[in-house]
């Protein structure tokens, strides 16, 4: 693994070189060699900035929760703690990168609809919670258990979830603290809406309308009946949605 990482290091450099583009360039690592450690770290990371991550994320988490604690002992048990505590970094992080978006949306005149608009509106004034706090696992842990504080991106729903373990539709008989991203129910009462999710869904409708043009008739029926329900929830936010000035 270190061999093929350090491999991939050179292959993407060059890349960079060829290209032109040096900001690309992936810089020596201060502490000697990448590593496996270090590129699990990374690893994490991806999982949850990229779309739909905090999904992969999410699936990986329950999997992992299961997977490590069916190990008893030797290496198992002893990085248990270790890869847990790096998700719960890695989730920490994402949700804080959610919440300062959200704030600086509502600092802008944005608004926001659902369910939860109002508790998110809330939630996104004390987000300098998060601003100059160094997430370790110990402050990631305290972060994903207190609830007003969470927001996670749920971009596949075009939805952001205020997470309220009581209110979740998504998983109402386990008891989880994190919710199940991948599956979202419309008409939870966690639901949070902006005014860019009303705008990715009229795309997304627009999108489904000219697949549909060339769609044999029942697929095509299908898409476009689904653009109609999405051109829906974007008006729903319009005739709905709330900024911080109605909050207040
Ligand atoms: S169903 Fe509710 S709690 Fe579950 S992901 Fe969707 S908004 Fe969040």
Redesign the pocket.
Known sequence: MRDRIEAFIAWANAEATKHDVPAETIPPGPHGVIGTARSRRSLAWHIARRPGGLVALAIQYGYLRTAFSTVTDGYGSRSRSGIHDLIDIETACAVADTVIGLKDHLADGGGVSGP?ARRAIKAAAKAPRFAGTVITAATAKRLIANEDAMI?D?PQ?F???????A?????RDGVRDT??????????????RTDEHAAQLRERAEFLDKRAAFAARPIGDRLRANAIRLRDLADTHDRTHITVKDAT
Not at 159 to 165: E, N, P
Not at 179 to 192: A, E, F, H, K
């Open positions: 939860a996670y749920n729903a939805v952001l979830c205020h997470y309220k373990r209110q979740a539709l998504c998983h919710p199940t991203l991948d599956r979202c129910v419309p008409g939870c009462g966690n639901i949070i």
